[in-house]
């Protein structure tokens, strides 16, 4: 799988290429805070979801079908493991923000950034193989990251994931998958077109996400640097331990591993701003890993495809 890791090296320089436009956009107000959300949002609801549900107007297939089970079960094994880890290496001390560090090494861009980093590494039975971790990850973060960022228990609050865009896209292309129904020509291809902007639309937020935050203060936080390490390297290595030798397919293996080694998830921010926590932290955390996830995510793959 040595063309995998490489494969992931150069749709990781193509990905912050469109990264620094996005930042330069900020930067000359061509792309505005107001402007950034409406992105977001349109990624969030529109685009992302489109691109996991056209993945499954695909013949019917066991083997993408065993695949996909394994993400899950693998994502699954992968948090019930990270949770506590978390708190072994974070702990609660006075004047730290704990629980957002927590949730910022458990939970991973895999959406925003994992699902243009995998469609243009593994094409569309990537997304499919992804949709299995996507479907966990919306779960736990919905219930257990949400807990986590307001601090507070809310059992309702695993309600809320099944009613994300993301999981609904996977169902309804599941329906569509067992059942075998396709959508007519014309009205498929306009929708994968609006599909396609998944990865510059994404990055170019991500980019404008970078420019709005103090990175300079950033890196001037050792903290952030023991988040970033956890998040990147620590975490990720972890993981890819855990899930090398279970009987998953190469690919879905892979896919999980670029899954975890993606930078700290974006919905941290959302949910801290929501629940009036320290967002410019979750901004913070989220612009270094991100940047430095340029770096670490092709090693974790290239060790990972001497493992695996």
Same mark, same amino acid.
């Given at each position: 799988?040595?063309?995998?890791?490489? %494969? !992931?090296?150069?749709?990781? =320089?193509?990905?912050?290429?469109?990264?620094?436009?996005?930042?330069?956009?900020?930067?000359?107000?061509? =792309?505005?805070?107001?402007?950034?959300?409406?992105?977001? /949002?349109?990624?969030?609801?529109?685009?992302?979801?489109?691109?996991?549900?056209?993945?499954?107007?695909?013949? $019917?297939?066991?083997?993408?079908?065993?695949?996909?089970?394994?993400?899950?079960?693998?994502?699954?094994?992968?948090?019930?493991?990270?949770?506590?880890?978390?708190?072994?290496?974070?702990?609660?001390?006075?004047?730290?923000?704990?629980?957002?560090?927590?949730?910022?090494?458990?939970?991973?861009?895999?959406? $925003?950034?994992?699902?243009?980093?995998?469609?243009?590494?593994?094409?569309?039975?990537? !997304?499919?193989?992804?949709?299995?971790?996507?479907?966990?990850?919306?779960?736990?973060?919905?219930? &257990?990251?949400?807990?986590?960022?307001?601090?507070?228990?809310?059992?309702?609050?695993v309600f809320k994931a099944f009613k994300?865009? %993301?999981?609904?896209? !996977?169902?309804?292309?599941?329906?569509?998958?067992?059942?075998?129904?396709?959508?007519?020509?014309?009205?498929?291809?306009?929708?994968? &077109? !609006? %599909?396609?902007?998944?990865?510059?639309?994404?990055?170019?937020?991500?980019?404008? /996400?970078?420019?709005? /935050?103090? =990175?300079?203060?950033?890196?001037?936080?050792?903290?952030?640097y023991l988040v970033t390490v956890l998040?990147?390297?620590?975490?990720?290595?972890?993981?890819?331990?855990?899930?090398?030798?279970?009987?998953? /397919?190469?690919?879905?293996?892979?896919?999980?591993?670029?899954?975890?080694?993606?930078?700290?998830?974006?919905?941290?921010?959302?949910?801290?701003?929501?629940?009036?926590?320290?967002?410019?932290?979750?901004?913070? =955390?989220?612009?270094?890993?991100?940047?430095?996830?340029?770096?670490?995510?092709?090693?974790?793959?290239?060790?990972?495809?001497?493992?695996?």
């Open positions: 799988m040595e063309t995998a890791s490489q %494969a !992931v090296l150069q749709q990781t =320089i193509i990905m912050f290429i469109i990264v620094f436009i996005g930042a330069l956009c900020y930067k000359f107000g061509l =792309i505005t805070e107001n402007g950034k959300k409406q992105l977001s /949002s349109l990624v969030m609801y529109i685009v992302n979801p489109l691109l996991i549900f056209l993945a499954y107007q695909t013949d $019917f297939n066991a083997e993408l079908l065993e695949g996909l089970a394994w993400t899950a079960l693998m994502a699954v094994i992968l948090y019930v493991v990270f949770i506590p880890l978390s708190h072994l290496t974070l702990k609660d001390k006075e004047k730290r923000e704990a629980a957002i560090e927590r949730f910022s090494v458990i939970y991973s861009n895999c959406g $925003f950034m994992g699902t243009p980093l995998i469609l243009g590494v593994f094409g569309s039975e990537g !997304v499919v193989l992804q949709n299995g971790f996507i479907t966990v990850f919306n779960i736990f973060v919905w219930s &257990h990251g949400l807990m986590t960022i307001k601090s507070e228990k809310d059992s309702k609050s994300t865009p %993301a999981l609904i896209a !996977v169902f309804l292309g599941l329906i569509c998958f067992f059942l075998q129904l396709r959508l007519p020509e014309i009205p498929l291809t306009a929708l994968e &077109h !609006v %599909a396609e902007m998944t990865t510059p639309l994404a990055m170019l937020v991500a980019g404008a /996400s970078i420019a709005s /935050s103090n =990175i300079l203060k950033s890196l001037k936080n050792p903290r952030i998040k990147l390297i620590v975490f990720p290595l972890i993981g890819l331990l855990l899930i090398a030798f279970l009987p998953a /397919s190469e690919t879905a293996k892979l896919v999980t591993l670029i899954e975890i080694a993606c930078p700290t998830a974006t919905i941290g921010m959302m949910f801290a701003i929501t629940y009036g926590k320290n967002a410019e932290y979750c901004s913070q =955390i989220f612009a270094v890993t991100t940047l430095l996830s340029m770096f670490t995510l092709p090693l974790i793959v290239k060790i990972g495809t001497l493992l695996i």
